[in-house]
């Protein structure tokens, strides 16, 4: 009998326990464990079986860690139908998230209890993959297509109370999983309740499964399970027979297995759970975090105190006046409101925030007390200078002091104060308390605990927080600035802005770098390309001036209406603005460049090549540890489709030689723009990919 779980009987109830920690995921040890239990106990004279598991969790789900290897059996379609067809009455006792496979148990099962806090889902498609043990065959079955159909596409957790209505559960009931699965089992017995193999039901009834097919597809932009899983449980409706359908839902589930998008998708899983994994912060405990001070209440200031309140935490804002005072309470309360509208807030916790754990001033001098300070103002190195020395002076010793520059010298900064070592970045997204991803900046002097400290306000504040080394615009914004410039050379020599957004949100993207640009405001690159002018560029930058004629225009984007698109009130994106290519045209003659004709194709790889080259130099000077670090940021940070895994791991799919030729090649035409990554020519010379570096 396997370790992972425990056999017992008690009377007429063999009781199957499993302990496979974390979350009791379905590997060998805990499949094996449940065969052979279920020999025994119907060699035993059990009259029924209850499964649970021990620990936080249900099974919660196959060992996606077994994924790409050699399967070994029993594999878990076939033991979800062994269950099915024991003679003997199979009750499961769920509690945790029942996921995946661990829902295909339960549905194998003849009666399922739950507790209330409990819930269940097959989020497969999440892993580029589909349920391939039966799950669309046997849930359709209770629930009806529709509603199977919505929990498969979706992936969504469903409470133990919704599951009860749609069917799924039999009883949802307080207690502790082996408890109420025992009386729940005796109970059954005592009333002779039949076996319910859910293979014996009846086919569900279709729907319209091409319009469902169509409806995933669309929504899914780009992304293949969730409208190859409406297949799946159409041959749940349509097939002659229940063991038709398994056939072809193995058959899908295969497909999808040797799929690019599945081997993107689970890179994604695990990356996003191994960036906040830094082996240099073992053993090294954060310092406490109990009051949070704000310097600036601006659009950012205001979204990080806003992130921090809905963590739990107390604030202190500083502005520098009695109306920017009002101006930023207003902020975080809009803001607060918003969380109450989208239900993630209770109005009473709502006016508790502000009433109770968000204090306001313009004295640096109600600081004195805070154990970590986020300085969120001009990006300015002077005025940032300044903040961090009257930091310097009032702050407590031991306080943490963070900048949220988006690109300015951390270092520099530091060296505003006594104490560089308590400095640190942390990098927040706009808007700061809806983006998820947070880059934490280490500086040349920052001590680990600090670094460990950042970490720690990204767990409470739910973020995904990545470590990155100071350089102009840290991991993101430095790949962007690159991809971005990429876009621009491609406009001046003969592509269309709206040609490349159209090709980049085909390939993935929710919208392509124009539009992008346009969201996010085309002042901001204004502002940047006059600075780095003034900066004097270096022989070989290409320069153009359409966008900063459009500035010159008054047209920043979304927030004038009009930019690269013109925005109507209400509506949502926006029309090609007519304005914009002749002033490409323009820019063209008047840098005597001939137009020339650019494919979807190679629109695409051009811009994901040049977003490539640069990551492999973040990586390559250690401005990124990991490759997977840069994967997780560009995923979180900047729209990039979540199944292709990153951009790294889309060049490890694609192949990294052939990306290497590329780059060789389009150094003929721009040597300065396309210098291939040192780091990518050492990993095409071993034959090596950027995942021999993630770990
Ligand atoms: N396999 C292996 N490891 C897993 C795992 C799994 N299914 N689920 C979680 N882990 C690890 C995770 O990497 C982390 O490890 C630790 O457990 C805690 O997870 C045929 C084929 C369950 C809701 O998609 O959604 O069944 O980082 O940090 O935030 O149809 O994990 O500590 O080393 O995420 O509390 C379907 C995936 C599989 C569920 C818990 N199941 N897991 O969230 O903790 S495909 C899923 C989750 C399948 C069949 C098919 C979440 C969670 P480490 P965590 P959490």
Redesign the pocket.
Known sequence: MSQAVEYEKLGEIAILATNNP??N???IDVRNGLWAGIERAESEGARAVLIYGEG??FF????????GKPPQDPL??ALCDRIEASPLLVIAALH??A????L?IALSCHYRIAVPSAKV????V??G?????G?TQRLPRLTGARAALDMITT?R?IPAPEALELGVLDRVLDGDPRQIGLEFATELLQSNAPRRPICELPAPEGIDFDAAYDTALRKGRGQLSPAVAVRAVQAACEAKSFADGLARERQL?HDLLASDQRKGLIHA??AE??VS?LPELKDIAPRDLHQIGVIGGGTMGAGIATSVLLAGLSVTLIEMSQDAVHAARDRIAANLSGAVKRGKLSQKEHDEILSNRLGLATEYSALGTADLVIEAVFEDMDVKKQVFSQLDDVCKSGAVLATNTSYLDINEIAQATRRPGDVIGLHFFSPAHVMKLLEIVVADQTTLDVVATGFALGRRLRKVSVRAGVCDGFIGNRILNTYRTCADHMVLDGASPYQIDNALTEFGFAMGPFAVSDLAGLDIGWAARKRKRAAGFDSGVRDSSYADKLCEAGHFGQKTGKGYYIYEPGKRGGVPNPDVMPLIEADRVAQDLTPRVFSDKEIVRRYMVAMVNEAAKVVGEGIAHRPLDVDVVLLYGYGFPRFWGGPLKWADIQGLPQILSDIRRWSQEDPYFWKPAPLLEELVAKGGCFEDLNT
């Not at 919660?60 to 994924?67: K, N, Y």
């Not at 889902?121 to 497969?124: D, F, H, I, V, Y």
């Not at 993959?129 to 043990?133: Q, R, S, V």
């Open positions: 974390p979350v995921a379905l590997g936080r969790t919660a789900g196959a060992d996606i860690r077994e994924f878990l379609p945790g998230t996921l995946g496979g661990g295909e889902g097959l989020p497969e999440n892993l993959i589909l349920p391939g043990a799950g992936g957790h589930f899983f695990f759970r191994a994994k």
